[in-house]
């Protein structure tokens, strides 16, 4: 698979996401930091969107193996999802961290990413949580 140039590569990895080519993003991610690409909010949010419906524990783990190298704080918060006994108290400071530290554009998107995430592994409680959350904030 060749890479246009001019092509960005976060529109790139959420297609290649969205038609479930992860070996495919992988490549195009790696090449794109081999490039000098420098990964911002918007990428790491198509990384974060990918996750949402990532269907084999191996491409989440691909995936995620990508957004590590973005914003491994990410990652951490949706391992701290996961996590049945964590108190909403650690969620919502953890959650309000990360949403101070992202592009104000890419807020929303993050936010709409991680209650996909949570709705997708049964986590409805969490869901609600960060969309109360994400409108307070």
């Not at 001019?6 to 038609?19: H, T």
């Not at 081999?34 to 790491?44: A, F, M, S, T, V």
């Not at 400071?93 to 101070?100: A, M, R």
């Not at 807020?107 to 991680?114: E, S, Y």
Request: charged residues 35%.
């Amino acid at each position: 698979m060749k890479v246009s140039e001019n092509c960005k590569p976060d529109s790139l990895i959420q297609y290649l996401g969205r038609a479930k080519r992860i070996d495919d993003l992988v490549m195009v991610f790696e090449t794109s930091l081999k490039k000098g690409i420098r990964p911002d909010d918007r990428l790491c949010g198509c990384l974060l969107s990918v996750v949402s419906y990532c269907e084999s524990r191996d491409d989440l783990d691909k995936v995620t193996g990508c957004l590590q190298e973005t914003n491994p704080r990410l990652v951490s918060f949706v391992k701290l999802l996961e996590e049945k006994e964590t108190a909403f108290k650690k969620v919502k400071d953890e959650f309000k961290e990360i949403l101070n530290e992202t592009e104000v554009e890419a807020r929303r998107p993050f936010c709409n990413c991680l209650i996909d995430i949570c709705r997708k592994r049964n986590l409805d409680e969490r869901a609600h949580e960060l969309l109360c959350l994400g409108t307070m904030y």
